[in-house]
């Protein structure tokens, strides 16, 4: 079984920062890809960062140069450091990544966490 666990998110002003941090826990055999995707109000779940095992990265439009996307290999944890933050960046964000567990058997299978709630006040 594997699971992702979100922590960071929370209430900070517009021009702020904020870091995600998202982590991977179970049965894996390895991490394809993570990232993080966000619904706002009344939108659909969009992109927002990915990174890749081999350290590909790529970002949505509209968060480009504000926000980064890494990771810690050896934790099996992403973040999304977030910066000069503005209210369109409300939403709820949800990590994601593809994962190759061990247990019962090998098995790539993509995996949500529960979503953290970032609010940005203008």
């Known amino acids: 079984q594997v699971q992702l666990v979100e922590s960071g998110g929370g209430l900070v002003q517009a021009g702020g920062s904020l870091r995600l941090s998202c982590a991977a826990s179970?049965?894996?055999?390895?991490?394809?890809?993570m990232g993080w995707y966000r619904q706002g109000p009344g939108n659909k779940r969009e992109l927002v960062a990915t990174i890749t095992s081999g350290g590909s990265t790529n970002y949505a439009d509209s968060v480009k140069g504000r926000f980064t996307v890494s990771r810690d290999n050896a934790k099996n944890t992403v973040y999304l450091q977030m910066s000069s933050l503005k209210s369109e960046d409300t939403s709820v964000y949800y990590c994601?990544?593809?994962?190759?567990?061990?247990?019962?058997?090998?098995?790539?299978?993509?995996?949500w966490g529960q979503g953290t709630q970032v609010t940005v006040s203008s």
């Open positions: 994601n990544a593809r994962i190759t567990s061990t247990w019962p058997v090998r098995y790539e299978g993509n995996y």
């Open positions: 179970g049965s894996i055999f390895s991490i394809n890809a």
